[in-house]
Structure formats: structure tokens, C-alpha cells
């Protein structure tokens, strides 16, 4: 394929490479066969009866044709000037020394004329019809020309006359049938580029669907090797799949998934992929399900869809949460104002002088249970008042040291009890929500954690994923630990250990806050006594998006 100038610097869009193409070797022709008519006359080739008429003639019409084929080479090549004005002068050019040479060699029976059919005929290639018409009558003009001016001068060509109609009837003929044949040409071609780019914004559209997909997806040949997959995939399986020439292998990938990815190949009707394996140590448990591709892709190909069962089950919890949330806001509201009339009373007659320490203990106890009351009201009134994030890019190292004075002003603490660990990381959160969760954790470490000893009680440590580049902190105490049995129940609402002092939804809030966030709460087990919650928090580029 000749790849020209012309091809990118073409002035009018109407005319494709294809149209380029068609001329540039159209004058590979025509340099082709004035160097042969050029060597002929130069050689005299007595064998050949062309330019018997004039030698001298011939030979310049042979030459000029050669030389103006050379200079097109050059103007194609360039494309410049534009094709229809390039087209239009190599025709018009040919048609004329043509009927030079022809009338050089003794007219139309010498037939040359012949050769104006093939010019006539590229034209309706190369142009639209109307033009090609126009050159096959212009043909027929400068051959009638040519023949009256041989009848005039020469008295050996009055019978030419049938060889010149037959001539023009072909001519015009030729023009005809190949306009419309090339005209249906280009048509099709370009009814076959229009589908070519529809399938492939077709392809385009597919993969960015794909690719933003919530569900992870993953295309494996008969081998086990990878051959597509999205970033959904990615973050269940905490991996970048840089390769997708089919170069990684389940196998390498995940060797649990590989196995479920096996169990399927073998039995496919067990439908294995409904029950949730763990992909990852500190990642969510994902159902896999198969799926054979049909059609005409190769033999043993499919797809792995994997899905967040956590997502499913907070989904599914969201829904049975919001209409309690309004149940339970409601009936809130009611119950406040009794509780604070039952309060404002027991503190009245704990003033009394007339009690006596019984009676004050008990006092005491209503008002410790008047209080702890009120804190689940107000928590049940912020679970039913949700609002949305602000989210805005907060650099934690300068963030955070703020935090820890603010918080243990508002607790009263002594200075060291909370540790922070160089944290310089820039995340995409809302800082007040970011603030409310911080508080809510850092309550329930205290809660559990022993007496201040001058060792630090809470630390906050900050860090990165290094395989996914996704900003963490961890909120970690000393405390005895959650047990194992207990860990899937801790973000519940209204689930506490602490019978009398939790309300038992600051976890749950926190973890909300965090999904608000679009990013992550997750206890991480640790290897001694303490616990570790971890904060993940959303890619920057939701922060981008927002500004």
C-alpha cells in the first residue's frame, strides 16, 4: 500500500487515501507506457509502425508524456495541488498527447485511439461520473479533431470513419458503466467504513462498561490464562493485571479463585460460585460465579464475574435499616421529651435534703441511665439524618495532630495517651465526617483499653496500599481485642459488649460515615492483644471529579 502526503494533507475531505491510491498507480501506468513509447521512437524500431507519420512528433508527444508522468509522481506524492485539479490536468493531459501520437502513427488505424479508452475509464474510477462523461466526450472531440485535420492533409484516411464510431461508442460507453460501477464502489466502501467505525465505538462503549462495571470481571481461555479483565476485578483481588496477553494465569493470579475456577471446569452444574471464598487476607469475601462464552469465540473460553458479598449483604442491610431508621427516629423524638422530664425530676429530688444514702444511689442510678438513654436518642437521631459529603483533598500530617488536641481537650485527657504515627498522606474525605468517625472510634478504644500508664493508649498509624496506591489509617489500641466469633456482629447496629456504657452504635455510624466517604471501615485482626480498625479511603480522583 503506497502511503502518501496526500493521504494527510489533503485539502478537500471528499477525496480518501483510496482516491490517491487509484491515481498514483494510474500514473504508474502512464510513466510505464510513455518510457516504452519513449524508447520506441528513440530506437526506431522498424517491427513497430508507430510515428511512421511523424518521427518528430512522436517522439516529443512520447517524451512530454514521460516527463509530465515523472512531475506527477512528485505532485501525488505531495498532494499538492488538491486531487480534483490534479486528476482533471493528468486526463486532459493524456487525452491530448495521445491523440498526438495517435495522429503522429497515421490516425485511428493505427490504434493508439485505443488507449483513450483506458484513460477514459481510470477517470471514472478516480471521479465522479459527470467528469468521466466529460472526458470520454472530449476524447471523441480531439480524435474527430484529429481525424479531420488527417482527412485534410492526408488523402490515405477517408476510410476511417467506422474505427472512429466504434471508437466513441466506446468511449462514452466506457465512461458510462464505469462511473456507475465505481460510484457503487465507493458507496460500499463507505457504507463498510461506517459499520467498521459503529463496531468499533461499538468495541469502545463495551469496554468502558466493562471497565466500570461494580462487578469484577475476568476473561480466561480453556488454559486458565487471562485474557480481559476490569478494575472492578483488580480491587476485589488486590492485584494490577498489567498483562493481558494471556502471559498470567489464575494459578499466579489467585490460587483460591483458581480453584474454585478448577471445581467449575469439572462440574459446572454445581453452581459453586454462590458461596463466598476469601481472596485476599484483608480484603471482602467475593462470590465467583462462571460462565462458558458462547458464539464464535475459541473453545474453553469464560468469564469470571466476581461480586462484593459484603456489598450484598450491606445493600440488603441499608434496606431493612431505612425503614427502621424512620420507625426508630420517630419514636425517638416521642420518647425524648419523657426522659427529660423523668431526668429534670430525679435530679429535683436528689436535692432534697431528706434523703438518705439509699435514695441518693438510687437517684443516681436514673440519672446514669437517663443519660446513657439520652446518647442512644442522639445517635439514633444522627443514624436518621444523613447528609452528604463534602469531599475535599486533607492532608493527614498536618490534619491530624489537630484532631488529637481538639479530642483530648473535649475528653479531658492527659497528654501521650493518643500516639501518632508519621502519616503523610493526602486523602479525599469530608474532614468533618472524617472528624466524627475518628471520635467514635477513639471512644470505643478508650472504652476497652486499661489505664493510662504513660504508654500510649491509641495510636493513629497511616500508610498506602502499595499494590493498589489507596490511602489507609488505622485507629489501634491495647485493649483485650475482639474475639473471633464476635467480629462479623461488631458493625451491627445497637451490638455492644459494654452493657452500660455503649450504645452500641458508634461502629455501626462510623462504618456508614466511611461508605459516605466511598471509602472502607474493616477490623484487622491482630497477631497479640489489641485491636485495629482500619479507615480506606476513596482514590483521589473523586476529589478531581468534584472540583
Same mark, same amino acid.
Given at each position: 500500500?503506497?502511503?502518501?502526503?496526500?493521504?494527510?494533507?489533503?485539502?478537500?475531505?471528499?477525496?480518501?487515501?483510496?482516491?490517491?491510491?487509484?491515481?498514483?498507480?494510474?500514473?504508474?501506468?502512464?510513466?510505464?507506457?510513455?518510457?516504452?513509447?519513449?524508447?520506441?521512437?528513440?530506437?526506431?524500431?522498424?517491427?513497430?509502425?508507430?510515428?511512421?507519420?511523424?518521427?518528430?512528433?512522436?517522439?516529443?508527444?512520447?517524451? !512530454?508524456?514521460?516527463?509530465?508522468?515523472?512531475?506527477?509522481?512528485?505532485?501525488?506524492?505531495?498532494?499538492?495541488?488538491?486531487?480534483?485539479?490534479?486528476?482533471?490536468?493528468?486526463?486532459?493531459?493524456?487525452?491530448?498527447?495521445?491523440?498526438?501520437?495517435?495522429?503522429?502513427?497515421? %490516425?485511428?488505424?493505427?490504434?493508439?485511439?485505443?488507449?483513450?479508452?483506458?484513460?477514459?475509464?481510470?477517470?471514472?474510477?478516480?471521479?465522479?461520473?459527470?467528469?468521466?462523461?466529460?472526458?470520454?466526450?472530449?476524447?471523441?472531440?480531439?480524435?474527430?479533431?484529429?481525424?479531420?485535420?488527417?482527412?485534410?492533409?492526408?488523402?490515405?484516411?477517408?476510410?476511417?470513419?467506422?474505427?472512429? %464510431?466504434?471508437?466513441?461508442?466506446?468511449?462514452?460507453?466506457?465512461?458510462?458503466?464505469?462511473?456507475?460501477?465505481?460510484?457503487?464502489?465507493?458507496?460500499?466502501?463507505?457504507?463498510?467504513?461506517?459499520?467498521?467505525?459503529?463496531?468499533?465505538?461499538?468495541?469502545?462503549?463495551?469496554?468502558?462498561?466493562?471497565?466500570?462495571?461494580?462487578?469484577?470481571?475476568?476473561?480466561?481461555?480453556?488454559?486458565?490464562?487471562?485474557?480481559?479483565?476490569?478494575?472492578?476485578?483488580?480491587?476485589?483481588? %488486590?492485584?494490577?493485571?498489567?498483562?493481558?496477553?494471556?502471559?498470567?494465569?489464575?494459578?499466579?493470579?489467585?490460587?483460591?479463585?483458581?480453584?474454585?475456577?478448577?471445581?467449575?471446569?469439572?462440574?459446572?452444574?454445581?453452581?459453586?460460585?454462590?458461596?463466598?471464598?476469601?481472596?485476599?487476607?484483608?480484603?471482602?469475601?467475593?462470590?465467583?460465579?462462571?460462565?462458558?462464552? !458462547?458464539?464464535?469465540?475459541?473453545?474453553?473460553?469464560?468469564?469470571?464475574?466476581?461480586?462484593?458479598?459484603?456489598?450484598?449483604?450491606?445493600? !440488603?442491610?441499608?434496606?431493612?435499616?431505612?425503614?427502621?431508621?424512620?420507625?426508630?427516629?420517630?419514636?425517638?423524638?416521642?420518647?425524648?421529651?419523657?426522659? !427529660?422530664?423523668?431526668?429534670?425530676?430525679?435530679?429535683?429530688?436528689?436535692?432534697?435534703?431528706?434523703?438518705?444514702?439509699?435514695?441518693?444511689?438510687?437517684?443516681?442510678?436514673?440519672?446514669?441511665?437517663?443519660?446513657?438513654?439520652?446518647?442512644?436518642?442522639?445517635?439514633?437521631?444522627?443514624?436518621?439524618?444523613?447528609?452528604?459529603?463534602?469531599?475535599?483533598?486533607?492532608?493527614?500530617?498536618?490534619?491530624?495532630?489537630?484532631?488529637?488536641?481538639?479530642?483530648?481537650?473535649?475528653?479531658?485527657?492527659?497528654?501521650?495517651?493518643?500516639?501518632?504515627?508519621?502519616?503523610?498522606?493526602?486523602?479525599?474525605?469530608?474532614?468533618?465526617?472524617?472528624?466524627?468517625?475518628?471520635?467514635?472510634?477513639?471512644?470505643?478504644?478508650?472504652?476497652?483499653?486499661?489505664?493510662?500508664?504513660?504508654?500510649?493508649?491509641?495510636?493513629?498509624?497511616?500508610?498506602?496500599?502499595?499494590?493498589?496506591?489507596?490511602?489507609?489509617?488505622?485507629?489501634?489500641?491495647?485493649?483485650?481485642?475482639?474475639?473471633?466469633?464476635?467480629?462479623?456482629?461488631?458493625?451491627?447496629?445497637?451490638?455492644?459488649?459494654?452493657?452500660?456504657?455503649?450504645?452500641?452504635?458508634?461502629?455501626?455510624?462510623?462504618?456508614?460515615?466511611?461508605?459516605?466517604?466511598?471509602?472502607?471501615?474493616?477490623?484487622?485482626?491482630?497477631?497479640?492483644? %489489641?485491636?485495629?480498625?482500619?479507615?480506606?479511603?476513596?482514590?483521589?480522583?473523586?476529589?478531581?471529579?468534584?472540583?
Amino acid at each position: 500500500m503506497i502511503t502518501t502526503a496526500a493521504t494527510i494533507r489533503s485539502v478537500d475531505e471528499q477525496w480518501s487515501k483510496v482516491h490517491w491510491q487509484a491515481l498514483y498507480y494510474f500514473n504508474v501506468y502512464r510513466l510505464v507506457l510513455a518510457a516504452a513509447l519513449s524508447t520506441l521512437a528513440l530506437g526506431r524500431a522498424d517491427l513497430v509502425q508507430l510515428g511512421d507519420r511523424s518521427p518528430n512528433l512522436f517522439l516529443a508527444a512520447s517524451v !512530454a508524456l514521460l516527463l509530465v508522468s515523472a512531475v506527477n509522481m512528485y505532485t501525488i506524492t505531495q498532494g499538492r495541488p488538491e486531487f480534483r485539479t490534479q486528476a482533471s490536468f493528468q486526463f486532459f493531459i493524456d487525452i491530448a498527447l495521445i491523440t498526438l501520437l495517435s495522429h503522429a502513427s497515421g %490516425g485511428v488505424s493505427s490504434g493508439l485511439n485505443l488507449l483513450l479508452i483506458v484513460s477514459v475509464a481510470a477517470s471514472g474510477v478516480v471521479l465522479s461520473g459527470r467528469l468521466a462523461i466529460f472526458f470520454a466526450a472530449l476524447a471523441t472531440i480531439f480524435s474527430l479533431a484529429e481525424h479531420a485535420v488527417s482527412v485534410l492533409l492526408y488523402t490515405n484516411s477517408l476510410g476511417s470513419f467506422t474505427q472512429l %464510431g466504434l471508437l466513441g461508442i466506446g468511449l462514452f460507453g466506457t465512461g458510462v458503466l464505469l462511473s456507475f460501477a465505481a460510484r457503487r464502489a465507493r458507496q460500499t466502501q463507505a457504507l463498510a467504513e461506517r459499520r467498521a467505525a459503529e463496531v468499533l465505538n461499538l468495541a469502545k462503549i463495551n469496554e468502558l462498561i466493562v471497565a466500570r462495571l461494580q462487578t469484577g470481571v475476568l476473561v480466561t481461555d480453556k488454559s486458565g490464562a487471562v485474557q480481559l479483565s476490569n478494575l472492578a476485578a483488580e480491587d476485589l483481588l %488486590g492485584k494490577q493485571i498489567r498483562s493481558l496477553d494471556g502471559s498470567i494465569r489464575l494459578t499466579e493470579l489467585n490460587p483460591t479463585l483458581a480453584e474454585a475456577y478448577e471445581h467449575w471446569r469439572r462440574r459446572p452444574h454445581d453452581e459453586p460460585g454462590h458461596t463466598p471464598i476469601q481472596l485476599r487476607t484483608q480484603g471482602p469475601a467475593v462470590s465467583p460465579r462462571f460462565a462458558p462464552v !458462547a458464539g464464535d469465540a475459541p473453545a474453553g473460553m469464560a468469564v469470571v464475574f466476581l461480586e462484593d458479598a459484603s456489598e450484598t449483604e450491606r445493600q !440488603a442491610q441499608s434496606l431493612k435499616l431505612a425503614a427502621l431508621g424512620r420507625l426508630t427516629a420517630a419514636i425517638a423524638h416521642e420518647v425524648r421529651n419523657p426522659l !427529660a422530664a423523668i431526668s429534670h425530676a430525679s435530679q429535683l429530688i436528689s436535692e432534697s435534703i431528706s434523703l438518705n444514702e439509699q435514695d441518693r444511689q438510687l437517684t443516681r442510678i436514673i440519672n446514669d441511665n437517663s443519660e446513657r438513654l439520652d446518647q442512644i436518642i442522639k445517635s439514633i437521631l444522627e443514624f436518621g439524618r444523613p447528609r452528604l459529603s463534602k469531599l475535599m483533598l486533607l492532608k493527614l500530617e498536618k490534619w491530624l495532630p489537630e484532631f488529637i488536641t481538639t479530642f483530648s481537650q473535649m475528653q479531658k485527657l492527659p497528654t501521650g495517651i493518643i500516639e501518632l504515627v508519621r502519616c503523610d498522606a493526602t486523602v479525599c474525605v469530608d474532614p468533618d465526617q472524617l472528624h466524627q468517625i475518628l471520635v467514635n472510634l477513639c471512644q470505643n478504644s478508650l472504652r476497652h483499653s486499661p489505664p493510662f500508664d504513660a504508654t500510649p493508649l491509641i495510636t493513629l498509624e497511616g500508610g498506602w496500599f502499595d499494590e493498589l496506591s489507596v490511602p489507609y489509617l488505622d485507629v489501634v489500641d491495647r485493649g483485650t481485642g475482639v474475639p473471633e466469633d464476635l467480629r462479623d456482629k461488631i458493625f451491627e447496629p445497637f451490638f455492644t459488649t459494654t452493657e452500660h456504657r455503649g450504645t452500641g452504635l458508634g461502629l455501626y455510624l462510623s462504618r456508614a460515615l466511611c461508605e459516605n466517604n466511598y471509602g472502607r471501615l474493616d477490623y484487622v485482626p491482630m497477631d497479640g492483644a %489489641g485491636s485495629r480498625f482500619r479507615i480506606q479511603f476513596a482514590p483521589d480522583d473523586l476529589c478531581k471529579q468534584s472540583e
